[in-house]
């Protein structure tokens, strides 16, 4: 009893600072993306600075709006689905949240995020990650609204989590930059550099384009290993 009472704690001590993380990510996405969105609408600031090219195409600029607009949202609708209070006390806004979330990857979020990869950063090495990544985005989201139609509570808890941990990527992607950038910063470090060429461009980016997504996902599948989901499943009630 004393062991099951330990790791309860455990498990609402990680939920609590997963909310806490989570909660400011979205905060930081969405000042992030704010500046975009002010008239007259800039095109030379932060990741647009390197989209120079690309800023005269209305169709990836489209797509661009599209995506960082519908990615916060994803981000923050999806912090409920993950909620053990959220789903046990308010079993239909939990339902109605997740349709939103799985809607807004599937029509919205992730064929913009495709769209895009097509013209990533980084060349073919990096683009290949991209589009990988939406089109398993895609896919788990999809699962995960497949599953909970034909009542597979646990096939939907799994790939309702890798669905969410390349939801997170684009926190996991930014993160890096800024710890990277900071770092080089703090210690005089200038690109290119022979030296440090795992840091500097093209080479980080392309390693970060990969390593963003894979290593949430091995994260995600050590979480299903190691029993998440029953964490979840004992609160479902199918029947409300």
């Not at 339902?95 to 799985?102: F, I, L, N, P, S």
């Not at 390593?211 to 996902?217: A, D, G, Q, R, V």
Request: hydrophobic share 50%; proline share 5%; glycine share 6%.
């Amino acid at each position: 009893m004393k062991k099951r009472h330990t790791k309860h704690i455990g498990l609402s001590a990680l939920t609590i600072f997963f909310w806490v993380v989570i909660l400011l990510s979205v905060f930081k996405m969405a000042t992030i993306a704010y500046p975009y969105f002010i008239p007259p609408f800039p095109t030379d600031i932060d990741f647009l600075m390197s989209k120079q090219w690309l800023v005269d195409n209305g169709y990836w600029m489209t797509a661009f709006y599209i995506h960082i607009s519908s990615s916060v949202v994803v981000i923050a609708a999806g912090i409920s689905q993950f909620s053990r209070y959220f789903l046990t006390n308010y079993p239909l806004i939990h339902r109605k949240v997740g349709k939103v979330y799985v809607a807004l990857i599937l029509f919205v979020a992730a064929p913009s995020g495709l769209f895009m990869a097509f013209y990533g950063n980084g060349g073919w090495p990096a683009r290949y990650a991209f589009i990988i990544q939406a089109l398993l985005w895609w896919g788990f989201s999809f699962k995960a609204y497949q599953t909970i139609i034909n009542k597979d509570v646990e096939g939907h808890c799994r790939f309702m989590i890798r669905s969410y941990a390349l939801t997170l990527s684009a926190i996991s992607l930014r993160a890096a930059t800024y710890l990277v950038s900071y770092w080089k910063l703090k210690e005089g470090i200038d690109c290119p550099n022979p030296a440090y060429t795992l840091i500097c461009y093209p080479t980080f980016y392309i390693l970060l384009a990969w390593m963003s997504w894979i290593i949430n996902l091995l994260i995600a599948e050590a979480m299903l290993w190691a029993g998440i989901v029953g964490y979840y499943i004992p609160f479902q009630k199918l029947d409300k």
